[in-house]
């Protein structure tokens, strides 16, 4: 019988198709068929783990496929592209109007001034024109009570500007393009690319509350659909992330 055991056990042994292993623990497996049972279960759950590591396992995320026709059916999905669209459109124009190298008064006349709640251009409230190459002149004597409201949004435009007051007319010098100049404008546009970012996560976010309060979506099928909302949303965030890389470059000289 202990013969019977020994042959069992290495003709187990051989199917296992053990490799460096030693002559004590080939003995030790023979005479115990259970220990290799034991050997055989523990390599096919590695042999498992490894091939799961092969097809990806637990690392990066494979591609979200979008179905647009499956999401139109649980979300405002024109909605929520038309708003994400409008960040990045937004972002784009605010990097054209504010972070330009040399100010123009082409930059200062659509700077937009919030006066009682309400937002207007400043050449809607000044008449605006040039002393001189480096000197931008905005006269209020038509909305002079606007005066503080303008002062505050050129000073936080971005543009590093400091202007100055003489009764109700704003004298601006327009600053030398230095390198710590190039490099405020950089994190201006690295500013504004956070606020737009955030603001499209907002919109993802919003989207992906509605669905879950969606009772009759099966669990993986809601699952699915905010992993596409949000896939959305990085598509969308990557495209303001390749603005803000091609205007820093601008801006840095690189």
Known sequence: MLRNAMHLA?????????????????????????KLENLQVARDYAKGKDKKKEKGGKGKPGKVEINEQQLR????????????????????????????????SGAIDTLRIKVDGQEHELQELAQISRKNP????????????????VLKAIEKSGMNLNPQQDGTTLFIPIPKV???????????????????????RGVQNEHIRKLKKQPELGKDDAFAAQAQVTAIADRFISEADKLLASKQKELLGD
């Open 134 to 149: 480096k000197t931008i002149i905005v006269n209020m004597i038509g909305f002079p009570q606007t005066i503080p409201d």
């Open 178 to 200: 230095t390198k710590e100049h190039r490099e405020n404008l950089s994190k201006n546009a690295k500013a504004l690319f956070v606020k737009y970012r955030d603001a499209i």
């Open 10 to 34: 290495t003709l187990g042994l051989r199917q296992t198709k053990v490799t460096n292993t030693s002559p004590r623990l080939l003995l030790i497996l023979q005479n115990n068929p259970r």
């Open 73 to 104: 059916e649980i979300l405002n999905l024109d909605g929520l592209n038309n708003q994400m669209q409008k960040s990045v459109a937004q972002m784009r124009e605010d990097f054209v109007k504010h972070l330009s190298l040399r100010s123009t």
